[in-house]
Structure formats: C-alpha cells, structure tokens
C-alpha cells in the first residue's frame, strides 16, 4: 500500500517541467516575484502618504475649528457687552477690547474687532451727526447714496492707521459681506463671510480677507419670527480677518512633524476654484480674480494637485475646502524609495542566482530572505515607537495591572514634575490631588475594567505642588487571553484653556466697568434661586435701584466722573449684603439686587433704606458737589410674582412708582399682588402692585404725612 506522502511526492514529480526548463522557470518566477513586491511596494507608499496626509490634514482642520471658536467666542463677549448696555461708548468698546487681547496668542491673523450700526432709512444724516457729536468729527457713511440695507462701522479696534481706512464704511454695499450679514442677522447665528478684500489692505502685500459677523439685538425677548429679529436688529459685532496671518498662525500651533514637509490650500466652498483661493503655502495655485472665470468657475486644473487630501470643513454656517499635499521633499515614508530600488535589484539577482541552483536552495534562500526582512521591518518598527513614545508633545504612562508605573516619556515628566527614575515603581495616584472624591476614582476604574478605556478631565498635583487641569485618557491593553496586562494613559495639560475659557465667561457675564453681573447671569442666578427656593419654601427678594442725580453728574464732571461715581456705588451695594447675594448692574445708573433666604417686607424695607443711607455721603475721590440719592424698587417671590421675569418686573415698577414725586426725598416702593390695592406710605416705603396700571402710577398725588 503506498503512503499517502509517496503520492504526494509522486504528484509533485510528474508536475516538474524537464530539467532544462527548470531554470528559466524559476528565473521567470523570480521576475514574477520581484514585480509583485515591488507593485505592492508603491501601493503601500501611496496608501501610506494618503494616511499621513489624512492625518494632517484632520490636524489643521482641528486647529482652525479650535481657532474659529475662540473668535467666535470674542463676538459673543462683544454682544454681551452691547446686550448689557443700550449705549456703548467708543473708551468703552477700547477698554472692552484691551481686557481680552492682553497676551492672547490666538488673535494671530485678526485684523481688527468691531461694531457695525444698522442704519435705519432715512436717518443717515441723524446718524452722521450723531456719531460726530460723540468724538468722531469726520465721520461720514462710504460709498454715500441711498440703498435698501444700509450700515456703518463705528468702533473698530485696535484703533491703527490700517483700521481708520475702514471707518464709516457701509458694508452692506458690497454683495459678499451683504449676504454675510443678513445671514447672521436672520438666523441669530455667527456666519463668516466669502472671500474678499479688506478695506484695510493696501497694495504692499495683500491677502485675501474674510469677516465674522454675530447680529446684536435690541431687548432680549424671545423671538417670534424672523421678522422679528430684523425689526429689532441694532448692528453686527464683527472680526476683519487677513486669511495669510490666520491660516499661518493657526499652522504654526500644528505639531504634527510631517507639517513643514506638507503644502497647504485652503479654499472658500466645496470645490477648488482659482477665484475662492484663501490660502496655499507652496505657490501650487495662483488666486484668480477674473470676472469671466467667476461666472463660469471651473476647478483648478494642475498635474501637482492630483495626490492632494481634500478635508470640507464646515465653519460658522460656511464652508472652506481644505487640502494637503507632501512635497518631493516629504517623509519618505521609511525610505520606501530606497527600498523600491532595493527590492528589484536584489530580486533580478535571486532569481538569476536561483536559476542555477537548485529548487531547494532557492526555497531555503528565499525563505531566510523572507526572515530577515521582517525581522529588519519589525526592528525599525520598534525604534520608531520608542522615538514616538519619547517625541510625542502627549503625555504617556504605562502601569502594569495593579497600577504601578513602568514606564513615561518626557512629555509626562513635563507635565508632571517627575522623571523616569522618580515615577518608576509608584503607583498611578501619585498625581492625585485631593479634589475628587472616591466614588470619582471608583467610576474610572470600573469603566476602564468593564469597557476598556476611560477619558476625560481631572484635576492633579504637579511634583512642584500646583494644582493643574488634565485631559486623561486611559486603555486597558489585553493578551490573546483577554486578560489585562498593561495600562496606558495619554495625558494632556490643558490647564491654559480651562483659565482661558473661564476668562471668557467672566466677560460675557459681568459688567467690565464695576465688575458686578451683568443681566444675563442676574437672570441665570436668580432662575437657580427661586428653584432652590421652591423646594425649600423659602422667599426670593429683589431690590431693584436706580440713583437719583446721576445725569446732572455725568453733564457737569463728565464721563469719567460718572464711570468712578459707579463703581462707588458698586462697593459700597456690595458691602451692604451678604455674600450669599448679588449684586449687579442692569445698565446706566440702575442696579439690581438678589436676596436669598429673602426675610419679610419689613426687612426688606428696612435694608432699602440701609442701602440709600450708604449711598448719600460724600465720595471721597470724587469732587465734593458729587451727591446722589436713590430710589428702590422692592419685590419677594412668592408675594409678588410667580417667576425671575416677573419678579424682576415688579421690582422695577415698583421702583418707578418710587420716583413719582419729582423732587421729594427718595422713596421706597415695594411690590403688592396684584388683587391687593395700592397702599402709599412715605419714609418706610410705597406699596404698588406688582403690575401696576398706568391709572394707578398716574392718579392722585401720594400721602405727604408720613414720617
């Protein structure tokens, strides 16, 4: 019986061509052979560069989205400072501006920040003399005429010799910025604008520009319709960027080691237009501004581009069109040129040296190549992690399963304080800072172990004792048994943009002059107080303060009188009440108050007349004929008004009835429900219903005999 391997063996026999074909057989295959690597080799170089270029290219794209935020969020600081006044002065707006450009990198490429006065039709005159009057004696509309939208930019800072070109500029004449801004004025949203050219720009090194817009409001009620908003539209806080310094900027915060080998386009829309050139950094495309090919665009048309990783990116309700390209002088993608010449050279020999040799010895040749290659490749491949593990700007740790350190790269020591040496056989808490509890740290690791990976921010204590912010993220790696065996945690400090980011809200939601809240945060603390309230029964307070004298303060002394007299009045309102309370500007010379764990009308009163008792004496900073009075407006949730909007309404009608008696002493009013009559009550205070009707406000004079 023969064996099953004899047949085999056999089989194999009577499949060999004759011994003189042999050679060129194997010589055949080994040609085979070497065009194969050397096709797969190119296949894995352009798979390869498209992969870094994709990364790249999600790199940048991440940066300007970062970069567009943090304006966004300068535009609504800027409408918080307009929805927090009725009139903005132009120190005002200068001052505004400077609180936030104070080492703040990331203004890189911004040309300038402004407000633009919707022109009502009609008025352009009024509005030309009316901005004169305020300091700007050669203020006029540009272009002049008449036209269905009209707009002037009337502060723009910083306020350079590049920004005084643009002032007065109507930028409602020109269609680009035209579409910007109605779009933002109908949706309520920021918008950026296409391409265009600034008025700044001279003939000395242009750029293509682009705006920013963010629609300012008049009041703050809801909206009903879109209408709505364009009837009470006041004007646009806006951002002039120059693309050239922007897109620079923002590439320069790029870590990625691939970025100074890469060629960067940035395109307005979704297609590659010549005319909708934004940016390029290798001089791969030329900008065109032919009218003809702008009506009837074509896409750029370049041999150099057809490698090029496109990215759309979506920014501020517009689109931009990102793209990347390695250059010949890119990374060379692990010398896969050498290697391709490597390859077929020795391939051509093999197979020639094979074709004398036996099948044997060709098979064992081959197959010791074959080793040895991998074993090269995995070689490299080790010093490559080991170089990415100790370059990358991230913060590494790894820790065995119970949580000791085995190893971290420089950027944890950076971050941390502490060396490989120091970290090495320390446990993972080494970090821990003391500000979260125990069930924090129980929740990360039962997510880690239960779903294998856990991210997100915590609070640790450097080496040198500070307490600083970090962005975690921690993998669980397993083995061909699904069993835990290393830890992995990638580390960021973030610490600068948490502040930042707190700065940031600190502006939107206090007033820059007295530093007190601003309306918006007013409104914020009181919803959270009167829900606090609700569940422990108790009552919710405000006094609402308007000062008595004021305008004939700021006629006679000035501006600058009343802006120190103001912030008088905001100490000396804040040290009248607890720090549980808040205090805060509601604009002009009126203050609000919120009183927590609010104590009954007669309290209430009796702290109404405290806080204009302090107000009356004399400032001593200020000149000696600088006095003032007060009237207040008392309301109490439950007794008044149901909600924050109506317990603030009673209040402030309540102060109005306070200040019915032109030139008597300031009195105290506070609020009645509304199916409780009108009680007058002079010295302790006037009782007004919380709604009050104008028969009321207006009737007979009050009781003059109290006390």
Known sequence: MVSPSLRLKRLWQRCLPAPRLLPWVVLI?????????????????????????????????????????????????????????????EAEFARFYRSFTVNNANLAGIQG???????????????????????QPDFRIQPPGRRRLMSAIVYLEPADWRNERAMGFDMASEPT???????????????????????????????????????????????????????????????????????????????NPDRSDA???????????????????HGLVS???????????????????????????????????????????????????RDLLLSALLGVCLSALAALLTARLVANHLALRHGLEREAQAARERALAAAVFETTPVGIV???????????????????????LEARGHKANLLRSGRHDNAFYEDMWTSIV??????????????????????????????????????????????????QERRMRHLATHDPLTGLANRTLLMEELQRALALARRRREGVAVLFVDLNGFKAVNDRHGHSIGDALLKGVAQRLQRQVRASDLVCRQGGDEFVLMISEAPDDGCLRDLAIKLINCLEPPYPDLP??????????????????????????????????????????????????????AVAVRGTGIQVDADPSPERLDGPPLDESGP
């Open 624 to 677: 000696g004929d600088v006095r003032i009075s007060a009237s207040v407006g008392v309301a109490r949730w439950p007794d008044h008004a149901e909600d924050a909007d109506g317990l603030l309404n009673a209040a402030d009608n309540a102060m109005y009835a306070a200040k019915q008696r032109s030139g008597e002493p300031p009195a105290i009013a506070v609020a009645q429900p509304s199916n409780h009559p």
């Open 113 to 135: 920040v402004g407000y633009t006065a919707r022109i009502p039709p009609g008025e352009v005159e009024v509005f030309e003399q009316r901005i004169q009057r305020q300091g």
């Open 29 to 89: 295959a080994g040609f085979l052979i070497t065009s194969l690597a050397v096709v797969n080799q190119q296949r894995y170089t352009r798979i390869e560069r498209e992969r870094l270029q994709r990364v790249l290219a999600d790199d940048i794209s991440a940066a300007l989205r970062a970069r567009l935020a943090t304006n966004q969020a300068i535009l609504a600081a800027v409408v918080g400072l307009f929805g927090a006044s009725e009139d903005v002065t």
């Open 287 to 337: 900008r065109s501004d032919d009218p003809v090919s702008a009506e009837t665009p074509a896409p750029v048309s370049n041999d150099r581009l057809q490698a090029t990783t496109w990215v759309p990116l979506r920014l501020a309700n517009h689109s931009w069109l990102l793209g990347v390209r390695f250059e010949q002088s890119g990374p060379d993608l692990g010398g896969a040129g």
């Open 263 to 281: 060629a960067v386009l940035l395109f307005d829309g979704d297609r590659p237009l010549p005319q909708k050139l934004l940016f390029e950094s």
């Open 177 to 255: 910025r035209r579409r910007a801004m109605e779009q933002a004025a109908f949706s309520g949203d920021a918008v950026l604008s296409g391409p265009l050219r600034l008025r700044q720009e001279t003939d000395d090194y242009p750029q293509v520009g682009a705006l920013l817009y963010a629609p300012i409001y008049a009041g703050d009620q809801e909206f009903r319709s879109p209408d709505e908003r364009w009837q009470r539209l006041r004007g646009w806080a806006y951002i002039t960027m120059r693309m050239g310094d922007l897109v620079a900027s923002v590439l320069d915060t790029v870590t």
């Open 450 to 499: 239960q779903r294998g990976h856990w991210s997100g921010e915590i609070w640790n204590r450097h080496r040198n004792g500070t307490i600083r912010r970090h962005e975690l993220n921690i993998t669980a790696v397993l083995d061909g048994q699904e069993q835990i065996v290393y830890f992995v945690g990638l580390l960021w400090d973030v610490s600068e943009r948490y502040a």
């Open 398 to 420: 790894v820790t065995d399963p119970n949580g000791m350190i085995l190893r971290v790269n420089q950027a944890f020591t950076g971050i941390s304080g502490y060396s490989q």
